[in-house]
């Protein structure tokens, strides 16, 4: 049974039914209709945390989107999942496959940085401070483009920026 009919909650079915009204009279060829509908299925199972069905639907999207900006938000989806699995390499490389396609995502530079701070404090931990303070610049750097677009957000980015000298920039806006 298609994931579109499963759906339990009442949002879910309206959410459904309302992505359904909208993809039959979208004006779109069918290809990229067929594409919003794996996309659609495939942010569903991934709500639902069955990532591997999320995956096969985003795979699918991937073979009929054409449309650049669209594929970047449905490999930024899987970049999510890869996140969410701990396989960072992975989530690395949809994430900058994403920001390829559209530069201007400043979640997807958001989420590299949170990588490589976090593999930053696994490298601190471990008593390389060298290697630390190196991923700890590379996240700094995908932070700071990410305000640059997003200026009102990752207030507590631009706290730590701040604090720890990676920026001397008061106001990013």
């Keep these: 049974?298609?994931?579109?009919?499963?759906?339990d909650n009442f949002i879910d079915k309206s959410f459904t039914v309302m992505a359904d009204i909208i993809l039959k009279i979208m004006p779109a060829k069918?290809?990229?209709?067929?594409?919003?509908?794996y996309y659609?299925?495939?942010?569903s199972a991934q709500a639902d945390g069955e990532y591997a069905e999320a995956l096969d639907n985003y795979h699918e999207a991937l073979k009929l989107e054409e449309d650049p900006y669209d594929r970047s938000y449905v490999?930024?989806?899987?970049?999510?999942?890869?996140?969410?699995?701990?396989e960072h390499d992975k989530a690395l490389e949809y994430y900058s496959e994403a920001l390829e396609l559209n530069p201007r995502m400043p979640q997807a530079l958001n989420n590299i940085a949170v990588i490589?701070?976090?593999?930053?404090?696994?490298?601190?931990?471990s008593g390389n401070v060298e290697a630390a303070e190196g991923l700890f610049d590379k996240a700094a750097d995908y932070w700071k483009e990410?305000?640059?677009l997003a200026p009102n957000n990752y207030i507590e980015v631009q706290n730590w920026l701040k604090?720890?000298?990676r920026s001397q920039i008061d106001v990013y806006f």
């Design 146 to 148: 990410a305000i640059r």
């Design 40 to 43: 659609r299925d495939g942010m």
């Design 1 to 7: 049974m298609p994931r579109t009919q499963r759906n």
């Design 30 to 37: 069918k290809q990229a209709k067929e594409a919003f509908a």
């Design 163 to 165: 604090t720890t000298g």
């Design 75 to 86: 490999l930024y989806n899987m970049g999510l999942i890869h996140t969410s699995n701990g």
């Design 116 to 125: 490589y701070h976090y593999q930053g404090e696994k490298e601190k931990e």
